[in-house]
């Protein structure tokens, strides 16, 4: 599985890049969108739509949301709205894995799949454009979250005792979390050097970022387990479906821009 999942890093590596550093901002941003449509497609199984009609209206749905703020613009007061929209639903989600994770319908699947993959287009999208140097703060946030999945892993695996959230994901550890905010704090001091950031509100930026990612892993964890699943989808070999891939940046996205926003590090 490991060598699998790696196997598949590197084949998308050169991609993401491309997509990411060299292409016309518009062009990501559309990308980006399709990635959304694709992750809607595989939240709309968490609802339990079975009919190809029903989940395919909620992808529309999905589209139209960021359709309508790309034409409102992404600096727009709508999608500032959305943003804190979406750091209260997170908090939420953290107080529902932590109080009742099995308290799960149909109406809160399919509204969560809206706060999860909205704000995250709206996050990058902003951040992609935001400067001369945005593209490179995107990259590194997806460096960021990768560095804090990574440690998790790896630590998790060598040490996990304590389980982290047995009710939603019986694999995750609290040794594995403090593997992964460790390797999120080596990967905050390289942004610290990379983009010559103040040390102290970066880095603890960047840590409440890892933190945020592993509300957003742990949140899909839950809507997958309440509609027995194992993986959202099966297009990546290795890592499961795009959701499986990017469930750790719908949370870590928005908190990232709106932190570099409320530090006055944008612009």
């Known amino acids: 599985?490991?060598?699998?999942?790696?196997?598949?890093?590197?084949?998308?590596?050169?991609?993401?890049?491309?997509?990411?550093?060299?292409?016309?901002h518009p062009v990501t941003a559309a990308v980006l969108a399709v990635?959304?449509?694709?992750?809607?497609?595989?939240?709309?199984?968490?609802?339990?739509?079975?009919?190809?009609?029903?989940?395919?209206?909620?992808?529309?749905?999905?589209?139209?949301?960021?359709?309508a703020l790309w034409y409102a613009g992404v600096d727009g007061r709508e999608s500032n709205l959305l943003l804190y929209a979406a750091l209260l639903w997170w908090v939420l989600a953290l107080l529902w894995i932590a109080i009742a994770p099995a308290n799960v319908n149909r109406a809160t699947?399919?509204?969560?799949?809206?706060?999860?993959?909205v704000p995250v287009w709206v996050a990058l999208v902003r951040?992609?454009?935001?400067?001369?140097?945005?593209?490179?703060?995107?990259?590194?946030?997806?460096?960021?979250?990768v560095a804090a999945d990574i440690g998790a892993y790896f630590s998790g695996r060598a040490f996990g005792r304590h389980k982290l959230a047995p009710r939603v994901s019986p694999g995750k550890?609290?040794?594995?979390?403090?593997?992964?905010?460790?390797?999120?704090?080596?990967?905050?001091?390289?942004?610290?050097?990379?983009?010559?950031?103040?040390?102290?509100?970066?880095?603890?930026?960047?840590?409440?970022v890892a933190i945020a990612?592993?509300?957003?892993?742990?949140?899909?964890?839950?809507?997958?387990?309440?509609?027995?699943?194992?993986?959202?989808?099966?297009?990546?070999p290795g890592h499961g479906g795009v959701l499986d891939r990017v469930d750790s940046l719908t949370a870590a996205a928005p908190v990232f821009v709106i932190g570099l926003e409320c530090l006055g590090l944008l612009r």
């Open 1 to 24: 599985m490991l060598r699998q999942r790696v196997i598949t890093a590197l084949v998308l590596a050169p991609f993401v890049l491309l997509v990411i550093l060299w292409v016309p």
């Open 173 to 208: 550890t609290w040794e594995g979390v403090g593997g992964g905010l460790l390797a999120a704090a080596l990967m905050a001091a390289v942004g610290v050097w990379w983009f010559s950031m103040d040390t102290v509100p970066f880095m603890a930026l960047c840590i409440v």
């Open 109 to 117: 699947a399919a509204i969560a799949g809206l706060f999860a993959l």
């Open 213 to 236: 990612s592993v509300v957003g892993d742990l949140t899909e964890s839950l809507f997958k387990r309440h509609a027995g699943l194992k993986d959202s989808g099966s297009l990546l």
């Open 35 to 67: 990635l959304a449509a694709a992750g809607a497609w595989e939240w709309s199984a968490f609802p339990g739509f079975t009919h190809a009609s029903a989940r395919l209206a909620y992808v529309v749905f999905i589209a139209a949301c960021v359709a």
């Open 127 to 145: 951040l992609h454009g935001e400067s001369a140097r945005g593209p490179q703060l995107m990259l590194f946030l997806l460096l960021l979250v």
